[in-house]
């Protein structure tokens, strides 16, 4: 894999905040020596915005432990995490596992507000802001919920919060299983993109970005 060849996804157009991708090494007939535990940290320019690039090899996972998070970094408003690499170097690393067979656990968190929400919306926000009863004059709302997929095959979980400003962020979980390739993030990334389209948007996977 050329230096630079790694494709990011881009957050931006999807309404997301962080991407992880968190993986394990499962093919097992092609042990190769464990590499040493490290973690690494680049600012890398997507589509519109820059991000944080983190890429974690072995440490408290375990020698198959490969974990990769992007964040935009304009949610950083302090703390931010010290440049430590390069996305040329992380390509480099990355390129050392192509064709390895990983089981990955997948997270992404999206945001947007109600108000912007089409009235085709999926049955997460089936009842956002909805009075569900009055307690002591108190007025109770759904303004949030924890959903579990049981048998959709890629995403296991979907949380959803709305805040007093409208604003609503969803947390969603998914597993599958991947080959490492220089596209294998991106095409993670758009299925975690199209469950947000299908369940949270109520759009086709295929809809271009809004």
């Not at 394990?24 to 092609?30: A, E, G, H």
């Not at 992404?108 to 089936?126: I, R």
């Not at 709305?162 to 597993?175: E, N, P």
Request: contains cysteine.
């Amino acid at each position: 894999m050329p230096a630079e060849a790694l494709r990011l996804p881009d957050l931006v157009g999807s309404r997301c905040y962080y991407f992880e991708a968190c993986g394990r090494l499962v093919d097992s007939k092609r042990r190769t020596k464990a590499p040493k535990p490290s973690v690494e940290i680049a600012r890398v320019r997507l589509k519109k915005q820059t991000a944080f690039l983190r890429f974690i090899q072995g440490a408290i996972k375990g020698p198959n432990h490969l974990h990769v998070d992007l964040a935009l970094t304009r949610t950083f408003t302090r703390n931010r995490p010290s440049i430590t690499s390069t996305r040329a170097k992380i390509t480099s690393e990355i390129a050392n596992y192509q064709g390895r067979t990983l089981d990955m656990s997948l997270f992404g968190q999206f945001g947007t507000k109600v108000k912007d929400l089409p009235q085709t919306s999926g049955v997460v926000f089936a009842g956002p802001a909805v009075v569900v009863s009055t307690i002591n004059k108190a007025v109770v709302e759904v303004g949030g919920a924890h959903l579990i997929f049981r048998n959709e095959g890629f995403v296991r979980t979907i949380d959803w919060q709305l805040d007093q400003k409208g604003r609503v962020f969803v947390d969603i979980l998914a597993r599958c299983e991947v080959q490492v390739s220089p596209s294998y993030l991106e095409d993670l990334f758009v299925r975690l993109s199209n469950a947000h389209k299908t369940y949270v948007l109520g759009r086709s996977a295929d809809a271009p970005p809004s």
